[in-house]
């Protein structure tokens, strides 16, 4: 393995992590521009050289799927960055996407060996960098496609599992349609993620690059409804189908007052605001209802992305409760601090009780309690116990809750004998084999809530498997 | 895109598309709806199938204009588009053997009514039907309800057609009278339905409705169509439209469908801004 990199490894460990450029907090709070705008030509190159190519590199198995990542730092070094995306896109198809919204800080950079004394090589950054160069300066070409196999397979559902299981399946030479049930492409990485973080116009270019490989985009069909996977399997004439339908069904507390005017679940708000366009209501018809004070309950992405959507279109006071400390959070550290920069206010261990409204139905306030941390429960994390007698009134008038989703239960419902589990996601084996011969499930769906790189995994693990399993039929 | 193949005013206010919608026309059922974008800057408004023709490829929309997306729909004529229309959703209405069904349609619920009384017809029952308007020229899809009930009455509010006063005057009457009832579907505004549900709550007679609510994708992803239905949060979507009249909260869900009031008044006036200069634009 040749060393690219003129400096020496004590030299390399002298240069400092780069930090991305971002939007000045109070400016961003009140625009949907991207917040972060990622590194310029000097930073990636100072971040490259940063790389100690590692004979053994930990970061590729830090990758969900793989990706080669000191070569295409490399190919960084050298200035190549065409090369560099294309090496990215060998493993991951969604290179700007996932510069973007990976966890790179608990999968790649958490086991980057410079991270062990320093600060571990900015992966993501790189990655972004690469593919919006390839997108700014109009240079993708459409990889080699394999010969032209006969088979034709479903996929359902257009997020980053279904995408990702397209276009591994299209590069194999299978024809592919993917069917959505939405009017727009991409699944929660339309409807679920906000523009501050992922811009529309870079989905688009990604779904384009897609269909560049032959795949056929069918948008307004439901699979279970408009035709049922049986209906697929037979008068479609597909060989084979993988379900990536997401969990986009919400759940909600089951506290009083939860059907006040002013209650959302995390997926109506963001979906009027991302999908339908409310923030620029009238222009746009479908309205939000916004009050001058939000409250999102939850501590996940989710619970970020309303809360800082909330802030952007208007409310004075955006807070977020939560029911554990800051540290039990699940969302990513970036978006935490970015939300705090952006002026949320977080109300830890707090947990709410019920929702009060006044005579129009209108949210008016949250009655809240004080919770305090007990032992471990099941998933390692402290348990939140309540504090008798302190509860007290949040005054708020908007309530968003993003506690979570569960899979949609259509395609589980009209599919006989699909086996399921908790929560009602799809049973599958490490193949995503379904219970169902022919039929492969992945991404949230057979997970019940993850993240897009894992989801992407699913749908090229899958692709490899419908793959195998139609050539040994 | 979807070419809109027909176009009939019903009523004043009341219109029917035919909508060409093959894949859709092939599957929907009795009690399904779709949710339609009309343009690219448009809602997802939920729309009652009233019928479909799965040889023609085509599905039929009954649509009173009641705010800006439904006045846009109304004036649609045929050789135009619809952007987005995706179904058949909902959970399709149970077609059993009751025995004498009691359908009530009120306003433009009797479009929603007429392919459930249609099936039930189908399915060995008797159906008889009560049609209630404000007045005579609300009354819509008389003839088609005729054909498919063994017998059909008319209430209006001014007694401009039919008889005088509410369809739970006629229902009162059917349920007082000799000939047994054994079910009651009900369609039509929230008040009636729940006036409906009043008047067979003490006989216990099985009583249907079906359930307009706030929506946006249809499918069971926002939340925004819950209901409580028996105590429980049910998402109309998915696990209706359709519910037992006697265990829904009417007066939570009446006060729910008023969230967005004001903005539907913002919306209404800027269509009717743009119209003052001769075109129905939706910007």
């Known amino acids: 393995m040749t060393r690219l990199n003129p400096l020496k490894p004590s030299e390399r460990m002298k ?31 100072v971040e490259a050289a940063r790389c100690l190519e590692c004979k053994e590199p930990l970061c590729t198995a830090g990758c969900p799927v793989g990706v080669d990542i000191r070569a295409f730092i490399q190919l960084v070094l050298q200035k190549d960055y065409v090369g560099a995306v294309n090496k990215i896109r060998e493993a991951n198809y969604l290179p700007a996407i996932c510069g973007r919204v990976c966890p790179q800080e608990t999968q790649c950079e958490e086991v980057c060996v410079l991270g062990k004394k320093l600060t571990p090589v900015a992966i993501g950054k790189l990655e972004r960098f690469v593919a919006d160069f390839e997108m700014k300066h109009n240079l993708f070409a459409v990889p080699a496609i394999a010969g032209r196999r006969a088979e034709r397979v479903a996929v359902v559902g257009s997020g980053p599992a279904g995408l990702t299981c397209a276009a591994e399946l299209a590069k194999m030479g299978y024809g592919v349609s993917i069917f959505e049930a939405l009017h727009a492409v991409g699944g929660v990485l339309r409807y679920g993620i906000p523009e501050f973080r992922l811009p529309k116009e870079i989905l688009d270019v990604e779904t384009e690059r897609i269909k560049a490989l032959g795949v056929e985009i069918t948008t307004n069909f439901v699979v279970g409804r408009t035709a049922t996977v049986d209906e697929m399997l037979g008068e479609w004439g597909f060989s084979a189908v993988f ?65 800082r959507t909330s802030r952007r279109i208007g409310a004075e006071k955006a807070c977020l409760v939560y029911r554990r400390s800051r540290q039990e959070m699940p969302a990513r550290e970036e978006e935490i601090h970015h939300a705090e920069e952006e002026g949320i206010e977080f109300l830890l261990l707090t947990a709410p009780t019920r929702i009060l409204g006044d005579a129009g139905n209108c949210v008016t306030g949250m009655e809240c309690q004080r919770m305090t941390l007990g032992e471990p429960d099941e998933s390692g994390r402290r348990r939140a116990v309540a504090v008798e007698g302190s509860e007290f009134i949040l005054e708020v008038e908007t309530v968003i809750e993003a506690i979570g989703q569960k899979p949609n239960p259509i395609v589980q419902a009209t599919t006989p004998g699909l086996g399921t589990g908790k929560r009602g996601v799809v049973s599958v084996d490490e193949r995503q084999a379904t219970s169902r011969p022919g039929v492969f499930a992945g991404g949230d769906l057979a997970r019940g809530g993850a993240t897009v790189i894992l989801a992407m995994r699913d749908g090229k693990r899958a692709a490899a498997e419908i793959a195998d399993w139609l050539q040994s039929r | 895109m979807y070419p809109i193949i027909h176009t009939s005013v019903l009523a004043p206010t009341i219109t029917r598309l035919v909508v060409r919608a093959p894949y859709i026309a092939r599957k929907r059922k009795a009690g399904n709806f779709v949710m339609v974008r009309v343009d690219d800057h448009g809602e997802r408004i939920p729309l009652t199938l009233a019928d479909s023709d799965p040889e023609g490829g085509t599905i ?148 249907l409705v079906s359930l307009n609510t706030i929506m946006v994708d249809g499918t069971g992803m926002c939340g925004g169509c819950r209901v409580t239905v028996g105590g429980q949060m049910r998402f109309a979507c998915v696990d209706g439209p359709e519910f037992d009249a006697h265990q829904v909260d009417f007066d939570e869900l009446m006060m729910r469908n008023r969230t967005y009031l004001e903005f539907e008044r913002t919306a209404d006036e800027r269509l009717h801004r743009c119209r003052l200069t001769g075109e129905v634009r939706s910007a």
């Open chain 1, 243 to 307: 379900l990536a339908t997401g969990a986009g069904t919400p759940t909600f507390m089951g506290i009083p007052g939860e059907s006040l005017s002013g209650v959302y679940s995390a997926n109506e708000f963001l979906t009027r605001v991302n999908l339908m366009g409310a923030y620029r209501f009238p222009e746009y018809d479908t309205p939000v209802r916004l009050g001058k004070r939000v409250a999102v309950i939850g501590g996940g992405n989710t619970a970020m992305d309303a809360v």
């Open chain 2, 60 to 207: 039929t929309l009954i649509i009173q204009a009641v705010g800006k997306t439904t006045r846009l729909l109304c004036s649609k004529n045929a050789g135009e588009f619809l952007l987005d229309v995706v179904g058949p959703l909902g959970t399709p209405t149970p077609i059993g053997l009751h025995g004498t069904v009691v359908c009530i349609g009120g306003g433009v619920g009797t479009a929603e009514l007429y392919p459930i009384a249609r099936a039930l017809k189908e399915g060995g029952n008797t159906i008889r039907t009560i049609i209630g308007a404000r007045s005579r020229d609300l009354v819509i899809l008389e003839e088609e309800m005729r054909a498919c009930s063994d017998d059909v009455f008319i209430t209006t509010d001014d007694g401009s057609y039919g008889r005088k006063g509410f369809v739970t005057d006629q229902l009162r009457d059917f349920l007082a009278g000799p000939a047994p009832v054994h079910a009651v579907y009900a369609i039509g505004p929230l008040p009636m339905m729940k006036a409906v549900a009043s008047v067979t709550r003490p006989s216990g007679i099985a009583t």
């Open chain 1, 15 to 45: 240069l400092l992590r780069q930090l991305p450029l971002e939007q000045d907090p109070v400016e961003r709070a009140h625009n949907f521009d991207e917040v972060s705008q990622g590194f310029d030509i000097e930073r990636t190159t």
